[in-house]
Each structure stands twice: as C-alpha cells, then as structure tokens.
C-alpha cells in the first residue's frame, strides 16, 4: 500500500503543508466575505444618503416654490408689485 512516488505515507495522511495551505485558504475566503460584507454595508449606506439627500433637496425646492409663489400672489392681489413687471402687457390685454 504505498505510493507509486516511494513515500512511505498512506494517501488519507494530510502533510503538514496540504494543512497549511487549506487553513490559508480558509482564511482567504473568510477575508473576502468580510470584505463583501463591507463592500456591500456601504455600497447601501451610500445610496441611502444620496436618497435622503435628494428627498431633502427637493422638499427644500418645494417649500422655497410655495414660499415664493405665496408672496409673488400676495403683492400681485395688493398692487404692490414691481413696476417693471406691471408694465409689461398680459395675454389678455396683448390679444385685444
């Protein structure tokens, strides 16, 4: 029962450095599934941010349309408006 290659060892012995080299191995793989895992933590932390992100910069675009909009109505209605824009014609009064 001995190797063709003249070892003595039996074939089910696992040598010293086939020990080595699988526990290295191991140690690899788990590195790169804690690397993946962290890869993929902040690949949705970043996404999450540039969402929030974005849902603030628009509810701010929002809030500064209504806000504008409101005073833009208010001294429309009061006829205190810019002269400039009270002397430029309407559709209605360009269409007569």
Do not use: F, Y
Not at 56 to 83: C, F, K, M, N
Request: charged share 25%; glycine share 6%; net charge positive.
């Amino acid at each position: 029962m001995t190797p063709a290659s003249g070892d003595s060892r039996l074939a089910c012995v696992v040598t010293k450095k086939q020990r080595r080299s699988r526990l290295a191995q191991a140690s690899a793989e788990r590195r790169n599934a804690r690397l993946a895992a962290r890869a993929a933590r902040r690949r949705r932390l970043r996404m999450m941010a540039t969402a929030l992100v974005v849902v603030v910069a628009v509810a701010g675009l929002v809030w500064w349309i209504v806000t504008h909009d409101e005073d833009r109505d208010g001294t429309a209605a009061a006829g205190t408006g810019s002269p400039v824009l009270a002397s430029v014609p309407t559709l209605n009064e360009v269409s007569r």
